[in-house]
């Protein structure tokens, strides 16, 4: 089996301070949480930027300030996210890429996203695809719902996504596919042979969906972009301490952890 990825989602789109006091927002606040992180364990931090009132951005100023600032501290994979908020135009989502991250993110289809819609049409995920390619940027593949994957099989057959690829299933959005562990197995099946896995579980998903990777071979995300509590009733301290338990669980059936370089030889990712 091969050692475990870890990916922290440190801030999202949407989560406020309101919510979780200890949010990162600042391109200060979340370089030095994503360090944290990587100490604990992660080796893919996985990024949403903020203006410094918390409203998400997607400028692509404000992300290559938090490449530089994360990479002044560790060597973490840096992961960008193209989805942005679900009202960011396709032309707002796309311009982080300029900031050349080692991977990013690319929504395989849309699909209802609490009391709104994520739009990513067809010409939209091409786009995404032909751009990542010609950037050297390795996408991962967010599967919200199971059409997704056809979705980017389609991709793969244009010549604009190469296989093995790197899916993520985000599992319990409301409105979308939910968390259970039949939804994760079903996935899992789907996806072409070879190809690698992880899971995001949203809300009290998250820790069920990942002891069930672990054991399976597949991969986890944490973070607060998913889930702001350790336990029912409980915010989180930080999204080190998600790292960490994922982390000690991990251990304890004997599945050893990947540092950021094994990640990239799992993941087909060249060092920048």
């Not at 849309?110 to 010609?134: I, Q, W």
């Not at 950037?135 to 190469?162: H, S, T």
């Not at 959005?173 to 259970?180: C, D, I, N």
Request: proline fraction near 6%.
């Amino acid at each position: 089996m091969e050692k475990l990825i870890i990916t922290v989602a440190v801030t999202g789109a949407e989560v406020t301070r309101e919510q979780q006091p200890n949010l990162p927002i600042t391109p200060d606040e979340i370089a030095e949480e994503v360090y944290r992180c990587w100490q604990a364990g992660a080796s893919i931090a996985h990024i949403h930027a903020r203006l410094p009132d918390g409203t998400p951005t997607q400028s692509k100023e404000v992300y290559a300030e938090i490449k530089r600032k994360i990479q002044e501290k560790c060597d973490i994979i840096i992961q960008f996210s193209t989805g942005g908020a679900v009202w960011h135009t396709p032309e707002e989502r796309i311009q982080c890429l300029d900031a050349m991250p080692e991977m990013a993110t690319l929504s395989a289809g849309s699909c209802n996203f609490g009391n709104d819609v994520f739009m990513n049409s067809p010409s939209f995920m091409e786009l995404l695809a032909k751009t990542m390619k010609e950037k050297g940027i390795k996408p991962e593949i967010e599967i919200f719902e199971p059409g997704m994957i056809e979705n980017a099989l389609r991709l793969v057959k244009k010549g604009l996504l190469e296989l093995p690829l790197h899916f993520d299933f985000v599992l319990g959005v409301p409105g979308a596919m939910t968390g259970t562990i039949e939804d994760l197995l079903f996935l899992v099946k789907k996806i072409p042979e070879g190809c690698t896995w992880s899971v995001a579980g949203i809300g009290r998903y998250e820790l069920p969906l990942a002891v069930h990777a672990i054991v399976m071979g597949g991969h986890v995300r944490v973070g607060f972009e998913d889930n702001i509590y350790y336990r029912k009733g409980e915010l989180a301290k930080s999204n080190a301490q998600l790292v960490e338990r994922i982390v000690r669980i991990a251990r304890e059936v004997d599945r050893e952890i990947a540092t950021p370089d094994e990640a990239r030889r799992i993941l087909g990712i060249k060092k920048q």
